[in-house]
């Protein structure tokens, strides 16, 4: 019938509109509504003049790139919930149209059997007097329904047609949004954007500007110097690299591989959470005494301007211990997005479960640097890391404590080559130590190794 065909239709329609906003749902990290957004062009128009570094425009940029993650949210939600309430709605009406169809189908097979009944000369013949007003009387009752039921059916085609133009108009709208999209600004480009900022910030501090320890205060500048010094004794010490405005407590370890080590993580217990933002990686965070994580801005001092080595520690509840030893490792600075810039000459028995990651940028819960368009995979993983595409090793995940169920796999802290990402490890430590002596062809092998990464992405969700 039309009504059934026109209810079709429009079902068909609805799902349609329905995946065209599930798509447009689907696509990681968009923008808000276009109302609300810069377009490419726009853009320059967020960076000023880089003869005055804009200290003061940072904390707005930050609020702004927020408040366009929640329009845009709100936004395809909108979109969402408006169409599965069209959905409903064409359900309902499917509903009542079913039963008004069988309805009057009823109502047209009595009025059949009715007619066929008058028409009969037997019942002519046998029962005129009392057969004519019982009839007269239902055909009477069924005329009544059948008008309320054509008015009934009215209200529903005009509900239909109104349902249909809303749709109509939602899939426009849809497509208007999703065809305005790539000219949005990214979050990804507006991270970018603030660490340029911050880079003309500290610009003034940096090369030939840049101030140097003061050697005559006797500060060590790392954990060797400290043993050096005759400080054989493991601890806390205060240090200065040469690229540091100022001193900074750490916890040396001068009894593992001849001493020397300064501990950049240590995780045993799992009284810290891991999980942090973007902040409190750069500064550091948690106890010298217990778990902690040094600081990205720390390491970067110790690391950035001589290659250093890098010892990492793991063991799992079995309390078999397992390590990797890499005699090359550096990252770079927070305008770089402190990336791992140097990694290579590995050795050990815990497998090499770090080079994957090897010139990748560091990216938290709040900051998505990696490689992978689909998502971040800091949020999806559980922690913070050098993710590529996501991960072949996750040491600063979820302290989960032993193997995991499939829905935690790679959110454990984990080494891919030691116990894979379905288990969560029981102890993790790292160390840096700066090298006695690089000689260029050594370097040189690193980064010939370096760029020939493999090529099979592990890890992502």
């Not at 890391?385 to 995991?404: A, T």
């Not at 993790?428 to 090298?435: G, T």
């Amino acid at each position: 019938m039309l009504l059934t065909s026109l209810l079709y239709s429009l079902i068909v329609l609805s799902a349609v509109t329905s995946d065209s906003v599930e798509n447009g749902r689907a696509r990681p990290r968009q923008a808000p509504p276009p109302s609300a957004l810069p377009t490419q062009q726009q853009q320059p128009a967020l960076y000023p003049d880089r003869s005055e570094p804009p200290r003061r425009n940072i904390g707005d940029i930050e609020y702004r790139l927020t408040r366009l993650e929640v329009l845009l949210v709100e936004k395809l939600d909108n979109i969402r919930n408006d169409v599965r309430d069209v959905t409903r709605r064409l359900q309902a009406l499917e509903w009542q149209s079913a039963e008004s169809q069988a309805t009057f189908d009823t109502f047209r097979s009595d009025i059949s059997r009715i007619s066929q009944q008058v028409s009969s000369p037997s019942v002519q013949q046998q029962q005129p007097q009392t057969v004519s007003p019982q009839l007269e009387a239902r055909i009477d009752n069924l005329g009544k329904g059948l008008q309320l039921l054509v008015a009934a059916t009215r209200g529903l085609t005009s509900d239909v047609n109104g349902l249909k133009r809303n749709v109509s108009i939602l899939a426009n709208d849809t497509r208007s949004f999703l065809a305005f999209t790539p000219n949005l600004v990214t979050k990804q480009f507006l991270n970018n954007g603030l660490l340029e900022l911050k880079h003309h910030q500290v610009q003034p501090w940096s090369d030939n500007t840049c101030p140097k320890s003061d050697i005559s205060n006797n500060v060590p500048r790392n954990c060797r110097e400290v043993l050096e010094s005759g400080q054989r004794k493991s601890g806390i010490y205060r240090i200065q690299p040469d690229t540091s405005t100022k001193p900074f407590m750490v916890v040396c370890d001068q009894l593992t591989r001849g001493g020397g080590w300064t501990v950049i993580q240590n995780r045993f217990d799992g009284t810290q959470d891991f999980y942090q933002n973007w902040h409190d990686y750069k500064h550091g965070f948690g106890n010298l005494g217990g778990e902690f994580w040094l600081g990205l801005d720390n390491i970067h001092q110790l690391t950035g301007s001589i290659v250093n080595e890098l010892l990492i520690e793991l063991q799992d509840l079995d309390l078999e211990s397992k390590s990797a030893y890499y005699s090359a490792f550096s990252i770079g600075s927070e305008v770089e997005g402190f990336p791992l810039k140097v990694l290579g000459g590995y050795s050990g028995d815990a497998g090499d479960s770090l080079l994957y990651h090897a010139g990748s940028r560091f990216s938290s819960k709040d900051m998505d640097q990696d490689g992978w368009p689909e998502g971040s995979c800091a949020q999806a993983h559980g922690g913070a890391w050098w993710y590529r595409s996501c991960d072949m090793s996750n040491l600063n995940g979820k302290y989960l404590s032993g193997q995991l169920p499939e829905q935690y796999i790679y959110q454990g802290m984990y080494w891919g080559e030691f116990r894979g990402p379905q288990y969560s490890l029981n102890r993790a430590r790292m160390l840096v130590r700066p090298r006695e002596e690089v000689s260029h062809p050594l370097v040189d092998e690193i980064f010939d190794k370096n760029l020939s990464m493999p090529k099979t992405e592990r890890g992502s969700s």
